[in-house]
């Protein structure tokens, strides 16, 4: 395990170089660096924008496009400081950015944390007694929540919790104008957005872990353990259980490299401010120097956590070889 481990971590730095280029090239070609600045700064003088490509490294051509990114990347791997600064005002990157991801961290890993616990637990549950009245109100249920989108659960929570009976606040993380921390308000502000990702989370893993614990039970390995004499619930538990999460891993590290890039309509919705709303603002400014910087991280989260993945299917099932 630990040359394959090492093998990926030296494919990974170049795997980041190749992803980010692309990255980069798409998002240079999506937006006209000269307009969207221009737009941005109408006031601009052509000597202003001159500087503003010359400073960013936003050269034409393909050629161009190699030496700006590298110019790029070297500036980015150098540290927040030396990031390029936003085209609107000139504002410093980081500051912003790093709000935004510890805010989505929050919100995700709450979310996460609720709905891997329940939907973990409903699809063991419902897998022990296939066709049980359990069965078939988490398997109905499931498919009900997890059909409906995020945008019509999020506001129709809003409505009904928010604005008619006015137990929690409509959107943001804080009210307008609040100074300080405070666990209790944040906490109010977070229970609706949690809901609706908790919701999408519990309904997909439910099944997930439902339809992989139903194919282990009928594997030959769990018809031994019966033969042997074990209980039920030591079969389905060190047997069942364990094997029925390899799959489900993938699907799970995957999600979290999602999620850590933001919860885009959830938090548009909830004006919450993370990685989402983020992203939608730079996107819709076209701020190159904005965008950059959320991408990369996106990428680096979704490539590690497959790495975690490969590495988790050798703990929770010895009869892989990683080597």
Same mark, same amino acid.
């Given at each position: 395990?630990?040359?394959?481990?090492?093998?990926r971590?030296?494919?990974?730095?170049?795997?980041?170089?190749?992803?980010?280029f692309?990255?980069y090239?798409? #998002?240079?070609?999506?937006?006209?660096?000269?307009?969207?600045?221009?737009?941005?700064?109408?006031?601009?003088?052509?000597?202003? #924008?001159?500087?503003?490509?010359?400073?960013?490294?936003?050269?034409?051509?393909?050629? %161009?496009?190699?030496?700006?990114?590298?110019?790029?990347f070297?500036?980015?791997?150098?540290?927040?400081?030396?990031? /390029?600064?936003?085209?609107?005002?000139?504002?410093?990157v980081? /500051?912003?950015?790093?709000?935004?991801i510890?805010?989505?961290?929050?919100?995700?890993?709450i979310?996460?944390?609720? %709905?891997?616990?329940l939907?973990?637990s409903?699809g063991?549950?419902?897998?022990?007694?296939?066709?049980s009245?359990?069965?078939?109100?988490?398997?109905?249920?499931a498919?009900?929540?997890g059909?409906?989108?995020?945008?019509?659960?999020g506001?129709?929570?809003?409505?009904?919790f928010?604005?008619e009976?006015?137990?929690?606040? #409509?959107?943001?993380?804080?009210?307008?104008?609040?100074? %300080?921390?405070?666990l209790?308000?944040?906490?109010?502000h977070?229970?609706l957005?949690v809901?609706?990702?908790?919701?999408?989370?519990?309904s997909?893993?439910?099944?997930?872990?439902r339809?992989?614990?139903?194919?282990?039970?009928?594997?030959?390995?769990?018809?031994?353990?019966?033969a042997?004499?074990?209980?039920?619930?030591?079969?389905?538990?060190?047997?069942?259980?364990?094997?029925?999460?390899?799959?489900?891993?993938?699907?799970?590290?995957?999600?979290?490299g999602?999620?850590?890039?933001g919860?885009?309509?959830?938090?548009?919705?909830f004006n919450? /401010?993370?990685?989402?709303v983020?992203?939608?603002?730079?996107?819709t400014?076209?701020?190159? /120097?904005?965008?950059m910087?959320?991408? #990369?991280?996106?990428?680096?989260?979704?490539?590690?956590?497959?790495?975690?993945?490969?590495?988790?299917?050798?703990?929770?099932?010895?009869r892989?070889?990683?080597?």
């Amino acid at each position: 395990m630990l040359r394959f481990i090492v093998r990926r971590l030296l494919w990974l730095p170049l795997t980041i170089l190749l992803v980010t280029f692309i990255v980069y090239c798409a #998002v240079r070609t999506g937006w006209h660096p000269e307009q969207t600045y221009k737009r941005a700064n109408p006031r601009a003088s052509q000597a202003k #924008v001159a500087e503003y490509l010359k400073v960013n490294g936003l050269y034409k051509g393909f050629t %161009g496009f190699v030496r700006g990114y590298f110019e790029w990347f070297w500036r980015f791997i150098q540290g927040p400081d030396h990031w /390029p600064r936003s085209i609107k005002g000139r504002s410093l990157v980081y /500051p912003p950015l790093r709000y935004a991801i510890f805010n989505t961290l929050r919100l995700a890993g709450i979310s996460s944390l609720l %709905g891997w616990g329940l939907g973990l637990s409903i699809g063991t549950i419902a897998a022990r007694k296939p066709g049980s009245w359990f069965d078939s109100i988490a398997n109905t249920g499931a498919f009900f929540l997890g059909a409906i989108p995020p945008f019509v659960s999020g506001v129709a929570l809003q409505l009904i919790f928010a604005v008619e009976l006015g137990w929690f606040p #409509v959107a943001g993380i804080y009210p307008p104008g609040h100074q %300080g921390f405070d666990l209790g308000l944040m906490a109010k502000h977070l229970v609706l957005p949690v809901t609706v990702v908790t919701i999408q989370v519990v309904s997909a893993y439910s099944r997930y872990m439902r339809a992989s614990l139903l194919e282990v039970r009928s594997s030959d390995f769990v018809r031994t353990a019966r033969a042997k004499g074990l209980s039920e619930r030591a079969v389905l538990f060190r047997h069942g259980v364990r094997n029925a999460l390899i799959p489900i891993v993938t699907v799970l590290a995957i999600d979290i490299g999602g999620l850590l890039g933001g919860l885009i309509i959830t938090e548009a919705i909830f004006n919450y /401010p993370g990685m989402g709303v983020y992203f939608i603002k730079a996107i819709t400014n076209g701020d190159i /120097p904005q965008l950059m910087p959320y991408l #990369v991280i996106t990428i680096i989260s979704v490539l590690i956590f497959n790495l975690i993945a490969d590495v988790s299917y050798a703990y929770l099932d010895p009869r892989i070889r990683l080597d």
